[in-house]
């Protein structure tokens, strides 16, 4: 093999390689996951506020409450109306994590739908949908006093 046919085969491999690593990246990309909207919230007067900007890009957020032993979903709707669930588990108490289209009870399986309904047991009760009203472009979401640490 000449210097040029050598040249001509490496440039034809190497170029190969950098397309396929172009497809298969863009590929890849089409699998991600949207990334979890999580905010961190301390209460005033037993409610949290969020911004309504907050839902411009996403639909859902994740809301973690200091001294308060659950997490609160919070939900905009496709009608524009807005949900905010207590993420505890109605069959034991357990903290539930989000997982997929709804939410998982990592101490015995129970499963709920992303607007609280029981999709598996043992839970048998929908979780607990928290108060909202919004007022001055923001979403006030009242937590249950019972749940405080």
């Given at each position: 093999m000449d210097r040029k046919d050598f040249l001509k085969k490496a440039c034809g491999s190497c170029a190969a390689i950098a397309l396929g690593t172009f497809f298969t990246s863009s590929l890849l990309e089409s699998c991600k996951t949207p990334a979890l909207s999580m905010s961190k919230a301390t209460p005033a007067n037993g409610s949290i506020s969020l911004p309504l900007a907050d839902f411009a890009n996403s639909d859902f957020k994740?809301?973690?409450?200091?001294?308060?032993?659950?997490?609160?979903?919070?939900?905009?709707?496709?009608?524009?109306?807005?949900?905010?669930?207590?993420?505890?588990?109605?069959?034991?108490?357990?903290?539930?994590?989000?997982?997929?289209?709804?939410?998982?009870?990592?101490?015995?399986?129970?499963?709920?739908?992303?607007?609280?309904?029981?999709?598996?047991?043992?839970?048998?009760?929908?979780l607990e949908h928290l108060e909202i009203k919004i007022e001055n472009q923001n979403l006030l979401v009242k937590l249950d006093p019972d749940y405080y640490s």
């Open positions: 994740l809301v973690r409450v200091s001294n308060y032993n659950y997490d609160v979903a919070v939900i905009k709707q496709s009608s524009g109306n807005y949900i905010a669930l207590l993420l505890m588990c109605t069959h034991a108490g357990q903290a539930l994590t989000k997982a997929g289209n709804g939410y998982l009870c990592p101490l015995h399986g129970s499963r709920f739908s992303t607007t609280g309904e029981v999709v598996k047991g043992p839970a048998t009760d929908p």
